[in-house]
Structures are given as C-alpha cells and as structure tokens.
C-alpha cells in the first residue's frame, strides 16, 4: 500500500527550539508539499517542491524552512520555534501532474 | 474572492441526505476534488469532478458542478454515522491545490 509517512504524530516544543518535520514517500512522486491546518482555515500552503534540491514558497512560508535532498524526503524546519506555530502540519506528495494528493497522517505539534 | 469558501458546520439526522456545498475561485481548474479527513487522521481523497462535467456519482455520493457560478456541492445519500468527519473541496491551481476550510459533518443516530 503506497503511502506518505510522517514520522512524528505528536510532538511538543519549548519557544526558541529548533524543529525538523520528516516525511517520506514511496510513490516515486515529483511533488511534495507541506500544509498547516488550523480550524476555521482550513489548509494553508507553506512549502512545496517540485524536484529534488527545488523549493517553492507557499502561502505561508514566514518561520519555515524545508529541505529536499531526496525524491522521497521532504523535510519541514522551524528554525525557532513559536507559540503560534502550534498547529497540525500534513505532508502531501503527488505525480508530475498536479493531481490527487496524498496525505500523511499528519503531525500535531505544540509549541509551549 | 481569492478563497475557497465553504460553510463550517453541518448536522443532520442518520439516513438523511447532506449537503456541502462550495465556491471555488479558479475557473481555470481541470478538477475539483472532495477530501475527507476523519478525526486524528489525514486527508484522504473522496471524489472528484473533471471541469467539463456537470454531475458525477459515485454509489452514496454525487457531485454537481456549476461552472457558470463556480459552485461546487457535495451529495451524500442515507448519511451514516461513519460519515462524520470534516470535508474539505479543493481546486487545482499550476503548481499547488487550493482547500477551503473544511465542513465538519456531524451525524446524529
């Protein structure tokens, strides 16, 4: 069963901490994103990639960083963690084409 | 508007039909797409519509589109219980998807 693993499903951090994102593919896809979804609105873009080493900003892209070094790795870097950046983070990947997404489970951090 | 708009809630009796409906706001997308996010879970894909279609039904399910008001709504017949979730309709934009906030559903016995 093909799928996108995120590998934390909770995690709590203090202020100022530094925070890495991991998610893994194994769908052979060229895309990866990274949303926040936070209640009454919904998905918001942060980062997406279209390549390995490529990098895109979304929406959102304020406090974040993200590395591709891999097809299949797209990581998600707070450099410095903030209270407002509490939120639940979905990896998505898909093909070529921008189709169907396919959603991890989702990782819901807490920043204290 | 530059949103994807969808209304937040939407409760309805067990064996009743729902509807979620949506407006998009690119007339250019090639698909509309209804996701379904259960609780502690991540989006899956539920449905989708390509552009040139009017109707689209999947057993319980089906999508209408109006492309003239870009207006997106989402049909399910005799709602059960396992049907609570949050659905989100999305549109695609040339490098991304574009969510609306998302339709809590919530089914009553």
């Known amino acids: 069963d093909v799928k996108v693993t995120q590998s934390s499903r909770y995690l709590v951090k203090r202020t100022g901490e530094k925070v890495f994102l991991e998610c893994v593919q194994d769908m052979d896809h060229e895309n990866m994103f990274w949303y926040r979804q936070d209640p009454g609105l919904g998905l918001r873009l942060i980062y997406f990639?279209?390549?390995?080493?490529?990098?895109e900003k979304g929406d959102i892209p304020e406090g974040y960083s993200v590395s591709r070094e891999k097809k299949e790795r797209f990581s998600l870097i707070l450099e410095s963690a903030s209270t407002n950046q509490t939120s639940m983070y979905l990896c998505a990947s898909s093909p070529g084409q921008i189709d169907v997404l396919t959603f991890g489970a989702g990782s819901r951090l807490t920043v204290l | 508007g530059e949103d994807v708009e969808q209304s937040l809630f939407l409760s309805v009796r067990e064996g009743d039909s729902s509807v979620i409906n949506c407006t998009y706001t690119?007339?250019?997308?090639?698909?509309l797409y209804w996701y379904k996010q259960e609780p502690g879970a991540g989006l899956q894909l539920l449905t989708y519509i390509f552009s040139n279609m009017d109707m689209k039904q999947d057993q319980r399910l089906t999508v209408l589109l109006n492309k003239k008001d870009k207006h997106l709504s989402l049909r399910i017949a005799d709602t059960q219980t396992g049907d609570s979730a949050i659905y989100f309709c999305?549109?695609?934009?040339?490098?991304?998807?574009?969510f609306g906030a998302g339709t809590r559903l919530t089914v009553k016995p």
């Open positions: 690119d007339s250019s997308s090639t698909y």
């Open positions: 999305a549109e695609t934009r040339l490098y991304d998807m574009r």
């Open positions: 990639s279209y390549d390995v080493k490529m990098k």
